[in-house]
């Protein structure tokens, strides 16, 4: 069925058909309008004018007709657009739904059944409406006749919320009648009445501090967008929850600060905020890119994107904002999940293909959502991250909006989210997506994954700069006035400027201190200013302040109520006071502090001892509230259970951590969790049970390193000699042959072709005792059997090892085992003379690894269908294995077959191109340490130097390919090696590389 989109987006899909793709947004706009007008006849001339006001009425009929001509080929047969001469008519249409006509439709239902007192048909409907209305009607756009009708229908859904609320609180179902009231409040932020409605609901559930949060994001709002307070009414209830009445005196001294201070004004930033304009007008034209505000803490930074994220909301732009934590804790794309989240993004998801909204459901499960693939693929899935990417990717574009995401301080970035912005703004499109980013100079500099990420960026020439400065004087001075009320003389201008150097956070601090007095006063140190001021609250609010900060990210309010010693009505009265002296505001689903500099400034008021206990709490509360799906917080968990003093709960944390992280192909976290779960097993007792638990950590360890690092990786090496050890010590053989495979594929991509043999004759031995490593067993010793120049035997065993696979993957070395088998043993049959079986077990891999969906395994049959074909001198195979092989390893990331490809390609370039390639490539096998067929790869550079003339460098080429066959056992190529070198000669005469390549190399 084709679905018309116009509620929170403009979007026309039909899954069953594949033709249907992107429309233009005149068309749907004309779409929109018709539907809009269902049922009355259109004049095509009034059409034209109103959608090309600016063309001549023939060129806007031209216009007019091309539109029409694509609708109709968009809905086909359908009758829902009728042409009746000079007029247009829309429809209802069986095959043709539009989610306006459903709204309107199921709201009259509701609308009915409520005049007839059928509370349940109501309820129906009412949700049926409620769910379909996604959002505002074509966001985005601002023609009249579009705002008209866009009113009229949010204001439709904001009565039926207050109906269905009002039905489910007579009916006693109090937890729905809650869920619509934030729908309601969703659907009309200014309006107070949805605040109180909800804060009602909240306290007749027995959940003031619900109600307390509520009151405080209504005041937060109000704040930001009308710069006013909450009228008396919401005011005066939300002192009646709270149990409090403004003519108690003692309520009254509790609470010293009845009112806020208010919100700073930008003040001093024309340049920097008229760069932010610019950017964004630029990413609406479709440039993409990163906006990084930059600067020292407290000048500024987030106060300036927070108002671009209003100039983007006014043009009807999706803006998700998040923030890093610069705690160890920290959770591996958090703020691509808390993006995910947004509002704005969800109805996106919903609408997803099935494949892409799997891929989102990874890092943001639904409801529905499946367990969350096992770490043991970790290997066989790694191919998948880039489809990751895509699928996330996908979502945020998809909302047919322009989107802005907004990441402040990005120096605390994960090295993930870091790469998945990369991807994201790399992706060749025109959406109009822009994201803004905040960060401290110095600190951002200092991060290497950081680093990296922005230098590619800006080699991209995606990264737009904006350094803020500290303000003037004249800036300072006027930042004061505006918190202070009254102008300040010119030497108590530069007593200010000198104290705060011009800093906003400076000044903003001092003049909060304390209310009403100068702006002058006592700001000669920022973390002194913070405390006093912190000092001032009352003891339960410091206290549960110091509890927040250790916590180290945004909290919610029923983790400190199991953590801390308050009552919950004493809890709510410190949040209160922390809110209303702007130590704390309202964020994601609870609160965090006003500035990292405040959380600091409240977790050093906390001494050392008291850290230690407060930390457990936390530790234990999180435990308690995620009871069942712990695997979300655990990365929260070790970091409080190791600043809590107990080791071994953290370690078991950790590696939950670091198991999550790779199932989100995050392996740079996954392994900085490893790698501390190692720290902490180095202080436990020595025994068995330490060797237990580390043996797990280092088998976890294997995957992550492989995907990063290859197979050549010293530390890999590393972690699967102590993993053998300790799989020896503790008896578990079936440990032992899964990192002996491992250690095999190791060392012969190292060079280490004689002990890769003897690692895997070894293999083969135990795994007589557990047939599952049989085959991958028989696959090391074959491989390496034909590096060392032994083709039969490698035959032999490669015809062992495709008896054993059933379908397999090796989750050690990643591929799909029969495509391996088939694709290596092809090359020992080349050397046995036996091309007819050479090409047929080349095929056969090609075959499978086509047909299995498994890219890395297709990747592999053609890096080897490419040597074979190189080998057996047809040029145009070469060139077809090569290009596919090519976009294989762009597209995914693949290295090693990525330097196979490009050293063939060098040769089949030939000249000097070809040899430039094939050092480059050798270049890059030798960073990685990979040094297996290295006789082979020198070759080809010594056949290209041949057939430019250069002897003497060929010579010297096939000297270091003898010295590496000799070096690394790597025989199989060696007559060939020497073939070439007798032709390479002083006395060679003629004799071209061609021909001598021709030459069959004899039996080994």
């Known amino acids: 069925m084709l679905t018309v989109y116009l509620l929170g987006e403009q979007r026309v899909s039909n899954p069953e058909d594949a033709r249907v793709g992107p429309i233009s947004s005149r068309a749907i706009a004309l779409l929109a309008y018709l539907v809009l007008h269902a049922g009355l006849a259109q004049s095509r001339n009034r059409l034209a004018g109103l959608f090309w006001p600016e063309s001549s009425e023939q060129q806007a009929r031209t216009n007019l007709r091309r539109e029409l001509h694509n609708l109709r080929g968009l809905l086909g047969s359908d009758g829902a657009l009728a042409a009746d001469g000079p007029t247009l008519t829309w429809t209802d249409s069986p095959s043709c739904r539009v989610d306006v006509d459903t709204f309107r439709n199921e709201r009259s239902s509701a609308v009915a059944a409520l005049a007839d007192s059928d509370a349940r048909a109501f309820l129906d ?3 049926r409406a409620i769910d379909t209305y996604r959002g505002e009607l074509m966001p985005g756009t601002y023609e009249d006749w579009v705002l008209e009708h866009r009113e009229v229908l949010r204001r439709q859904c904001v009565e039926l919320c207050e109906a269905t609320v009002r039905v489910l609180r007579e009916s006693g179902d109090v937890e729905t009648a809650t869920a619509c009231a934030r729908r309601r409040i969703q659907l009309d932020p200014l309006e107070e009445v949805g605040y109180r409605t909800l804060m009602e609901l909240q306290a007749a559930s027995g959940d003031r501090a619900a109600a307390m949060t509520t009151y405080h994001r209504c005041a937060a709002v109000l704040e930001t967008e009308l710069a006013v307070a909450p009228s008396a009414a919401t005011s005066r209830l939300f002192d009646n929850l709270l149990g409090e009445h403004p003519r108690a005196g003692a309520a009254a001294s509790r609470r010293p600060e009845r009112v806020r201070a208010a919100v700073p004004a930008l003040i001093g930033r024309e340049r920097e905020r008229g760069e932010l304009q610019r950017r964004w007008r630029q990413s609406l034209d479709g440039r993409q890119g990163l906006l990084l505000v930059s600067g020292d803490a407290g000048v500024g930074k987030t106060r300036l994107t927070t108002e671009l994220a209003e100039i983007a909301r006014a043009d009807g732009a999706v803006v998700a904002t998040t923030r890093c934590f610069g705690l160890p804790g920290r959770v591996a794309l958090a703020p691509v999940a808390e993006w995910l989240r947004s509002p704005g993004f969800r109805s996106a998801i919903g609408s997803l293909n099935p494949m892409w909204r799997a891929e989102v459901e990874r890092l943001v499960p639904s409801a529905e959502a499946g367990p969350r693939p096992s770490t043991s693929r970790a290997m066989v899935d790694a191919w998948q991250r880039h489809r990751f990417f895509e699928g996330t990717t ?5 909302s047919g909006r322009p989107v802005l995401l907004v990441l402040d301080d990005l120096q605390w970035c994960d090295a993930e989210t870091a790469a998945w912005l ?3 703004l790399s992706l060749d499109t025109h959406m109009c997506v822009l994201v803004a980013a905040t960060a401290r100079t110095d600190e951002a500099r200092s991060r290497h994954d950081v680093r990296e990420a922005l230098r590619a960026l800006r080699s991209a020439r995606l990264v737009t700069d904006v350094e803020v400065d500290p303000l003037t004087s004249e800036g300072t001075a006027e930042l004061a006035r505006s918190l202070g009320g009254r102008a300040l003389d010119p030497a108590e201008e530069a007593v200010l400027y000198a104290a705060t150097g011009g800093y906003p956070l400076y000044v903003v601090e001092a003049a909060r201190m304390v209310p009403g007095t100068d702006a002058t006063g006592g700001a000669d140190d920022l973390g002194e200013v913070l405390q006093r001021r912190l000092e001032q609250c009352s003891e339960p609010a410091r206290d549960v302040a110091g509890l927040a900060a250790a916590l180290g990210t945004d909290f919610d309010l029923d983790l400190l109520s199991e953590a801390s010693d308050l009552d919950t009505d004493s809890l709510v009265q410190a949040v209160d006071e922390l809110w209303r002296r702007r130590i704390v505001r309202p964020a994601g689903t609870g609160y965090d502090f006003v500035h990292d500099l405040v959380r600091e400034a409240a977790y050093r008021s906390v001494s050392p001892p008291r850290r230690w206990l407060l930390h457990r709490r936390l530790a234990q509360g999180l435990e308690l509230l995620h009871a069942g799906s712990t695997d979300d917080v655990a990365s929260q968990l070790a970091e409080q259970y190791r600043r809590g003093g107990r080791p071994d709960r953290a ?12 199932s989100m192909f995050a392996n740079a976290e996954a392994l900085r969790h490893f790698r501390d779960c190692l720290d902490l097993l180095e202080a436990m007792p020595v025994g068995r049970n330490r060797d237990a638990h580390e043996v797990d950590v280092r088998q976890g360890m294997s995957a992550p390193l492989t995907t990063l690092y290859g197979y050549s990786s010293a530390e890999l090496e590393q972690t699967l000699d102590r993993t053998v050890e300790l799989g020896q010590r503790l008896r578990r053989p079936k440990i032992v042959l899964g990192a002996l495979i491992g250690l095999f594929a190791a060392h012969f991509v190292q060079g280490h072709t004689a002990q890769a043999h003897g690692i895997g004759a070894r293999a083969l031995e135990l795994s007589a005792a557990d047939p599952e490593f049989e085959g991958q067993a028989q696959f090391s010793v074959a491989g390496a059997a034909l590096a060392l120049g032994r083709p039969r035997d490698a035959i032999e065993h490669f015809d062992v090892a495709l008896r054993s696979f059933s379908d397999d993957y090796s989750f050690i070395l990643g591929t799909r085992l029969e495509v391996h088998a088939h694709a290596w043993e092809s090359h020992a049959y080349w050397m046995i ?4 079986k050479a090409a047929r077990s080349c095929a056969d891999a090609l075959a499978l690894g086509r047909t299995c969906g498994h890219p890395y395994s297709l990747a592999v049959a053609l890096g080897y269908a490419s ?10 195979a070469l060139l077809a294995s090569l290009t596919e092989l090519r976009e294989l390893c762009e597209r995914y990331h693949f290295a090693y077959y990525s330097q196979w490809s490009q050293i063939l390609e060098g040769r ?3 000249g000097e191109p070809g040899i430039a390639k094939i050092r480059q490539g050798l270049a890059e096998l030798r960073r990685q340490r990979a040094f297996a067929r290295m006789a082979y790869w020198l070759s080809l550079l010594a056949e290209v130097q041949i057939d430019v003339g250069h002897t003497r ?10 010295i590496a066959a000799e070096q690394y056992d790597d025989r199989w190529w060696l007559p060939q090696v020497l073939r070439l070198r007798a032709g390479a000669g002083p006395f060679a005469g003629g004799t071209s590389a061609r021909t001598v390549r021709e030459r069959r190399i004899p039996t080994v």
């Open 908 to 910: 089949l370039v030939g």
């Open 422 to 424: 990369a991807f994201l």
């Open 651 to 662: 370690l078991h944390y950790l590696q939950r951590a670091a198991e999550m992280a790779a």
């Open 833 to 836: 003379g036996d091309e007819q």
């Open 394 to 398: 996908r979502a945020v574009l998809s």
């Open 867 to 876: 040597v074979l074909n190189q080998m057996r001198g047809d040029d145009t």
């Open 125 to 127: 409907h009412a949700d």
């Open 953 to 962: 460098a060929a010579r010297a080429t096939l000297d270091a390919a003898l």
